[in-house]
C-alpha cells in the first residue's frame, strides 16, 4: 500500500513514511528519565532493537513479533513503536491496557505529535495522560533532531507521583479529559503547538478528524463485550469465533433473489486477515464468514471490512453456497461475543529475548 502524499507537509511525510523511520532508538538521556521514575528497567520493551542499551528486562524485537506476543504478567511496558505501522500498534497498547486479568500496571508510548490521524483520536487520546515532550529530540541511530512533536501517551491505573512528575519535567502533560475536551471544542492545534507545532497535514485549518460518515449501513457493537471503539464502527479483528451478528440489507433492490431474506441472524464461522491475495473478495480487505443455520438450507454470509475505512463494509449472500449475490447492508449488530477472536492479524509469535 503507497501513502498518499500529496496533502502533507514535509514533517508529516517523514512520521508517516515507512522508508527509513522504523529503526529509530529512543534517546539514552531520555531512556534514564524513564527509568529513575519508575527506579530501573520497564518490565518489557516489545519494539527492541534499536537502542543502544537495554530499556527493559524483557525485550521483543522485530523477529519476535511483539504484536503477536503476550504482554499480560508485565508490570511496566515501554512502546517506541515502528512508526509506519502505529494504528496495529495502538491497538495492541489499547487491547493489554484493558485486559480485565494481568494488565500492565504502566505503559508509556512514544508518538509523533500528529493530531490529525486516525490512530491518535482512536487510541493515543484515549490513554489516561498525554505528555508533549519539550524540543524535538534526536533518536539514536539519527544525527539530527525529529522534524516533528514528540508525545507519550501513557495508559494505567494509579500512576504514580514519580512517574507524573517526570512527565510534568520533560514537557506539557494533558488529562485524557483535557484532550477529549480540546478534541470537541477543535483546539487540539493550540494545545500541541507549544514547542513550535504538532504535525498536521497541510491546508487542514481543522487538525482534528472528521467525525466517521453517518452514510452507510447503521452499525454497532451492542454485546457485553464491545470494545472502546466509537460506535459506528465495529473492528473484525476483534470478531470471535460464533459471535452472533444480525443484520439487515436493502432487498428493494434489482439483482437481490427473493430466496435471500431481508434479515438474518448469523455465527461467524471463520475469518480470513487483510493480505495481498488476490481472491473473489476485495483485495486486501478483512473477511468474515458467516452463517445462519435457521434456514432451510443454511444461508452464508461473507462480510469484508476495508482494514483502511472501517466503516466501510460490504456483504456478500448465498443462500446454498454455490451462487452468491453482492448486497447492500442497511444494520449490522454484533448482540453476542462468544469467541476468541478468530483473526490473528498480526502472524505467529516467536520467542522473545530476556
Known amino acids: 500500500m503507497t501513502t498518499d502524499h500529496s496533502n502533507m507537509g514535509q514533517s508529516a511525510i517523514q512520521v508517516t513514511s515507512q522508508k527509513g523511520n522504523n529503526e529509530r532508538g529512543t534517546p539514552t538521556e531520555f531512556i534514564r528519565k524513564l527509568q529513575s521514575a519508575i527506579d530501573g528497567k520497564f518490565s518489557l520493551d516489545p519494539c527492541s532493537g534499536a537502542e543502544p542499551v537495554p530499556i527493559a528486562e524483557t525485550r521483543f524485537t522485530k523477529e519476535d513479533n511483539g504484536l503477536a506476543q503476550d504482554w499480560s504478567g508485565h508490570d511496566t511496558v515501554f512502546v517506541n513503536p515502528p512508526y509506519s505501522d502505529l494504528k496495529d500498534w495502538l491497538k495492541k497498547v489499547v487491547r493489554e491496557a484493558n485486559r480485565e486479568q494481568n494488565a500492565p500496571n504502566l505503559i508509556i508510548t512514544l508518538l509523533p505529535g500528529n493530531t490529525s490521524t486516525q490512530w491518535f483520536h482512536r487510541y493515543a487520546a484515549e490513554s489516561e495522560y498525554l505528555c508533549l515532550v519539550e524540543g524535538r529530540l534526536t533518536f539514536n541511530g539519527t544525527d539530527k533532531n525529529a522534524p516533528f512533536a514528540s508525545i507519550m501517551s501513557v495508559f494505567g491505573e494509579n500512576i504514580s507521583d514519580d512517574v507524573l512528575e517526570m512527565l510534568d519535567n520533560i514537557g506539557t502533560l494533558y488529562t485524557k479529559a483535557e484532550v477529549q475536551q480540546a478534541a470537541q471544542q477543535a483546539r487540539l492545534d493550540d494545545m500541541f503547538s507549544t514547542d513550535g507545532g504538532a ?141 476468541p477472536a478468530i483473526i490473528e492479524p498480526h502472524g505467529e509469535a516467536t520467542s522473545y529475548v530476556c
Request: charged residues 25%; proline residues 9%.
Open 199 to 339: 504535525v498536521t497535514a497541510q491546508g487542514n485549518s481543522n487538525p482534528t478528524i472528521p467525525p466517521l460518515e453517518e452514510s452507510g449501513p447503521q452499525i454497532r457493537d451492542v454485546s457485553i463485550e464491545a470494545p472502546a471503539v466509537p460506535q459506528g464502527v465495529i473492528d473484525f479483528y476483534d470478531i470471535g469465533k460464533l459471535d452472533k451478528l444480525t443484520l439487515s440489507i436493502d432487498d428493494t433492490l434489482m439483482g437481490v433473489p427473493e430466496s435471500i431474506p431481508s434479515e438474518l441472524s448469523v455465527r461467524v464461522v471463520s475469518g480470513e486477515r487483510a493480505t495481498d491475495a488476490h481472491t473473489q473478495t476485495p483485495d486486501d480487505w478483512t473477511t468474515l464468514l458467516c452463517v445462519d443455520s435457521s434456514t432451510d438450507p443454511e444461508t452464508y454470509v461473507c462480510l469484508y471490512q476495508n482494514p483502511d475505512r472501517a466503516k466501510e463494509i460490504k456483504c456478500s449472500i448465498s443462500p446454498d453456497t454455490v451462487t452468491w449475490t453482492d448486497v447492500t447492508l442497511e444494520e449490522l449488530y454484533r448482540t453476542e461475543a462468544a469467541g
